[in-house]
């Protein structure tokens, strides 16, 4: 039998990829010029289905660089000339914050207690920031705050630019782009796909600052935004891209587009109350994170105690692979990705085994 990953990145790869594999080898996708007409077809193919699948305007631009990551870097880079504010609410938001210091920005942020989440609405972003970074999903703590609260903090603070960080969100949510400077997410979680491709997705004022900050200071090589908006007009990368993963992407995204965001929203939802509800009904094991609006229906953070490990390994006796919890907590919580690859059944041939391992204990 073969394993389900619900570790929350690298995750259970989508379905269909394997064959798309396949098919990439068999059309010769690795040997392609990406200056060719046939990569500017799968370019524009891709960020096309980008668009559609998350309702974006023509006013941005669709990027590929490496990784996540990679997208905070560049965003600090390319949109903060001194000063950039931060929700951290665990480890992802905390790299955000750290990659400002580390170029040499003066980043200020609010610390929200791990596995809690934040009212946005009375968030108070200080006066001089110039960029507000919003990790959508905290996949270290298991907590999302809502797409629509985060839209409406930009109408409160029209002036700032906003980036959200969707990682290990992303299909899953509804954002009104015109309230969103920059959108980013990879595609080893959500689009169970393998590592090695990043996404962001960049309006028109982000656009605009990189290009004022770059008179003044330099905002990255190839990767500057100017550069990749440049190429991107063209169809094309800076350098020479990932053009398989690329390939799968748009594969992928064609599937999800027969599906549909709503229903793809609504399967998240469905199968992350099964896990919630589990959770929540038996004596042994909790959810983490107790306020039910800040649950994270794609990163499921249940705690365990002294027994984590022997459950892990009971689970992957199972086939079920779960992840461990973050930083602090890595022995004592485990990680359930509920990405699009996990069919209803799998969520529940893992609560099956939770339920065995929890049996077997008495
Ligand atoms: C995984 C993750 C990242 C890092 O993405 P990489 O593609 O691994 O660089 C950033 N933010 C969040 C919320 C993540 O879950």
């Known amino acids: 039998m073969k394993h389900i990953y619900f570790t929350p990145g690298p995750s259970q790869l989508f379905p269909t990829v394997p064959s798309y594999l396949q098919e990439a080898i068999k059309n010769d996708i690795g040997s392609i010029s990406h200056r060719s007409k046939q990569f500017d077809e799968l370019f524009e193919q891709t960020t096309s289905r980008i668009r559609t699948l998350f309702a974006v305007p023509q006013t941005h631009a669709v990027f590929f660089v490496g990784s996540g990551t990679e997208a905070m870097e560049r965003v600090i880079q390319n949109c903060v000339t001194k000063e950039s504010f931060h929700v951290v609410n665990g480890s992802f938001a905390k790299r955000f914050f750290e990659t400002a210091v580390d170029l040499g920005k003066k980043p200020k942020k609010i610390d929200v207690a791990f596995g809690t989440g934040i009212d946005l609405q009375k968030l108070k972003v200080p006066s001089l920031s110039e960029l507000i970074c919003i990790t959508h999903n905290e996949t270290s703590a298991g907590v999302m705050l809502p797409a ?53 997705i960049v309006g028109p004022n982000a656009l605009e600052k990189s290009k004022k900050l770059q008179k003044k200071k330099s905002v990255g090589s190839y990767h500057a935004f100017s550069m990749l908006f440049e190429f991107a007009k063209k169809y094309q990368t800076p350098e020479t891209p990932p053009v398989l993963h690329i390939y799968l992407l748009n594969n992928v995204l064609g599937d999800f587009l027969k599906v549909g965001r709503n229903v793809l929203n609504k399967h998240a939802e469905e199968k992350a109350k099964l896990l919630y509800d589990y959770f929540d009904n038996q004596a042994t094991w909790s959810a983490f994170v107790k306020e039910k609006a800040f649950r994270s229906p794609t990163v499921i953070v249940a705690e365990i105690g ?40 799998d969520i529940e041939k893992l609560i099956a085994a939770l339920k065995a391992y929890d049996r077997s204990t008495r």
Do not use: H, W
């Open 148 to 200: 629509d609260e985060i839209c409406k903090l930009k109408k409160r603070y029209p002036n700032k630019l906003l980036a959200v960080d969707t990682v290990s969100s992303a299909p899953y949510g509804t954002f009104d782009f015109s309230a969103i400077d920059i959108f980013f997410f990879s595609v080893q979680k959500g689009f169970g796909l393998p590592a090695g491709l990043g996404v962001m």
């Open 306 to 345: 002294k027994k984590q490990k022997e459950l892990k390994a009971f689970l992957a006796e199972k086939n079920c692979i779960v992840g461990s919890g973050y930083g602090p907590y890595k022995d004592t919580q485990i990680r359930i990705a509920n990405f699009p690859a996990m069919a209803k059944k």
